[in-house]
């Protein structure tokens, strides 16, 4: 194997991560602008609840169930064209939302663009261990995701200000257009490997092994479950917030869309945090926990922030409680992240989509659970009592995952520096 003193330049890096940030950002504006449009969507389409959380949980299946066959299908043909492909088609199913005229019809194209949106992070995922080692894989993982919580909390004023501008439908085919920009600009620009290409022979799990096998480890078992009870907590945000804090505190349209971007903002931030945190945790003679003590703090604080917002009793108290919640689950995605890119190696994006399917599977679960819960005991505080078990077992689960890349002294690009590391020209 050829080496080369030439260490990669870091330019481009920075601009894989910023395209991929706005690529976050666009999913989660896409994804989260129907929770805005419940109310003249329901209105239009004679919707009930029960209606509209079988359309808000239909995204999150679709989503869950791809997750697998997308990571795989990004390993296979490399993220470049994998992810054009899936962008191209949610950004067409989004604009084919605001064309449905019936329950049904809705539910499958919701289904469908939850399919297309699950390639977007596994894509990201195989970007990220094609193009950065493993020191600077926390902060990556914490801009990517920020972005997304960014998309979602500006999706809601801007999602009221289209709806009262152009009508729901309208938005809809509006925001089709942002994701078409980015796919042309993807594919002029981006490749699948930087110029000098990182050795990644070496991976951080050791000898090479089969997905099943990787599936079906504990620490994979253990992240799947604990990035189940993340997505629980935080698919309120993106789902039944708005319209909660809507309905319970009777605020008006522009006043709930102002409460729900609080929590999503914090969220935002808390990726950047822990990312930061992560990165700094590698580079110290804490690696071992690099991984688990992120985690596990942030479930902490996300156990805290949902038993208060199931005591609280105005809209301000409400938001409080949310926001500490979204900071705490959002301080789990870098390290979560960060943990499948440790343990995949090459099948960095199948092993990234099964936490992620496990994940979503929560999403689908909450999404479904909120109304539900609210009909039987006539309070929203049971489904934030629930979510608050769910993460207490979340800590568990971080307490007992073990990262390759943070404890095996044999792990190549752990052991070596920045200057020692050999670089190859990839395979024309």
């Known amino acids: 194997m050829s080496r080369t003193t ?13 395209a991929l940030f706005v690529l976050s950002l666009i ?5 989260a602008a129907i929770s805005t449009a419940k109310g003249p969507m329901a209105g239009d389409l004679s919707l009930s609840d029960a209606q509209m959380g079988f359309v808000f ?3 999150a299946l679709g989503y869950a169930a791809a997750q697998i066959p997308s990571g795989w299908f990004a390993d296979r043909i490399g993220p470049r064209h994998a992810l054009a492909i899936v962008v191209a088609l949610w950004s067409v199913l989004t604009a084919l939302t605001g064309a449905m005229t019936r329950l049904g019809s809705l539910l499958v194209v919701r289904f469908l663009f939850g399919v297309a949106e699950a390639g977007a992070f596994p894509g990201s995922a195989r970007v990220f261990y094609n193009w950065l080692p493993a020191a600077e894989r926390g902060i990556a993982n914490g801009v990517l995701f920020s972005g997304g919580l960014l998309g979602a909390a500006v999706a809601f004023p801007i999602f009221v200000w289209l709806l009262e501008g152009y009508g729901w439908r309208r938005a809809f085919y509006i925001l089709g257009i942002p994701g078409l920009v980015w796919v042309l600009c993807w594919l002029i620009w981006f490749r699948d490997y930087p110029r000098e290409r990182i050795v990644h022979e070496s991976t951080a799990s050791g000898p090479e092994r089969g997905l099943g096998e990787l599936l079906r480890s504990r620490g994979m078992i ?11 907590t935080f698919y309120i945000c993106i789902s039944w917030m708005h319209p909660f804090l809507l309905e319970q505190y009777s605020l008006t349209q522009n006043q709930a869309a102002r409460y729900a971007m ?15 945190f992560v990165d700094f945790l590698y580079k110290s003679r804490f690696r ?13 604080l996300a156990t805290t922030g949902v038993l208060w917002a199931s005591v609280a009793d105005s809209a301000v108290g409400a938001v409080v409680g949310l926001a500490v919640a979204t900071f705490g689950v959002e301080m789990t995605i870098s390290p979560s992240w960060a943990f499948c890119l440790d343990v995949g190696g090459k099948r960095s994006g199948a092993v990234s989509a099964s936490m992620n399917m496990a994940g979503n599977f929560g999403g689908f679960v909450s999404t479904n659970a909120f109304p539900l819960l609210r009909r039987l005991t006539g309070s929203p505080a049971t489904y ?3 979510a608050a078990l769910l993460n207490f ?14 404890v095996e002294t044999g792990d190549a690009e752990a052991r070596l520096s920045e200057q020692e590391r050999g670089y190859h020209k990839p395979r024309a």
């Open 6 to 18: 030439e260490a990669p330049s870091r330019l481009p890096r920075y601009m894989v991560i910023a």
């Open 27 to 31: 999913t989660y504006i896409d994804r």
């Open 57 to 59: 949980s239909a995204f």
């Open 222 to 232: 253990l992240a799947m479950v604990q990035y189940f009870a993340g997505n629980f």
């Open 262 to 276: 609080v929590p999503l903002l914090c969220g935002a931030s808390a990726n950047w945090a822990a990312g930061l």
């Open 288 to 300: 071992a926990w690099s991984r688990r003590l992120p985690g596990m703090a942030g479930f902490v």
């Open 384 to 386: 934030f009592q629930v």
């Open 393 to 406: 077992a979340a800590i568990l689960c971080w307490r007992s995952m073990r990262s390759p890349a943070a």
